[in-house]
């Protein structure tokens, strides 16, 4: 398979309201590798959510082409968008998007659950514990999320995005409700996959935390500002 996870080509978005045409992304190009890590500053209102989600098949984009693995994704039916949508991008949101009523281990578990072809339960039980081991919340498995910290609760989300071995996981403001120590824990758990192969691409406005990826691109005004800064390692 190529090594290429994510091709966009000059991708643009246009929301139209009554009297209102907002340009919110043009001519977006992006390639990302597999075992990139890749993070997309800029200040609010300069299209980040925006390009997250239709990298997430979210939303479409207005003009442009987009391929994931090598796939035409630029012109799906809903149903097209969703099961790729499902077997190929983990998610990670600012609010963490567990449900309370589930313990950890059923949380993580539950993507492999939707699976088209569901796992048996030994191979469930064997790769969510994997993936709590992954993020250092193995001794939490039987928790309900309610009982964790937040940074605690991210790892766990964290885990659940990694759980149907995604072609890439995209990460909208990891940080943001967690205090400075528990959100360097987070970003911790972020390098540590990357340096084990995961592709990562992170939409943050902390510089601090944008710094920390190999490949960043800053958006302003719905448009890239700089040439990527390549990896040096
Ligand atoms: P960021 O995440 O960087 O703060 P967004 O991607 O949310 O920026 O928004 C980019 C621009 O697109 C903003 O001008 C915003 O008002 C506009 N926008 C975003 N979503 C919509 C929408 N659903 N309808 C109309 N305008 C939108
Ligand atoms: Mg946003």
Redesign the pocket.
């Given at each position: 398979m190529s090594d290429i996870k994510i091709k966009m080509n000059n991708i643009s978005k246009v929301?139209e309201?009554d009297e209102l045409e907002?340009h919110?992304l043009q001519n977006i190009n992006i390639t990302i590798k597999a075992g990139d890590y890749v993070s997309i500053s800029?200040?609010?209102?300069?299209?980040?959510?925006?390009?997250l989600s239709i990298l997430g098949l979210l939303d479409m984009p207005s003009g442009g082409e987009y391929e994931i693995e090598g796939v035409n994704v630029t012109d799906l039916s809903l149903d097209q968008a969703a099961e790729i949508r499902n077997s190929k991008i983990g998610f990670i949101f600012q609010s963490f998007n567990l449900i309370d009523e589930l313990s950890v281990f059923d949380n993580v578990a539950l993507p492999l659950r939707y699976k088209a072809k569901v796992p048996s339960d030994k191979e469930i039980a064997t790769r969510v514990a994997e993936c709590l081991e992954l993020v250092g919340m193995s001794h939490r498995s039987s928790h309900k999320p309610n009982q964790l910290s937040g940074g605690q609760q991210q790892r766990i989300a964290i885990a659940r995005a990694l759980v149907a071995k995604p072609a890439i996981l995209l990460v909208d403001e990891p940080t943001g409700n967690l205090d400075s120590k528990s959100g360097d824990q987070v970003m911790d758990v972020l390098e540590k996959l990357n340096d084990n192969g995961t592709t990562i691409c992170m939409?943050t406005h902390d510089p601090r935390y944008a710094d920390m990826a190999k490949t960043q691109l800053r958006?302003l005004d719905?448009a890239i500002l700089t040439t990527p800064r390549l990896a040096t390692a």
């Open positions: 929301f309201t907002t919110a800029g200040p609010s209102g300069c299209g980040k959510s925006t390009l939409v958006l719905g």
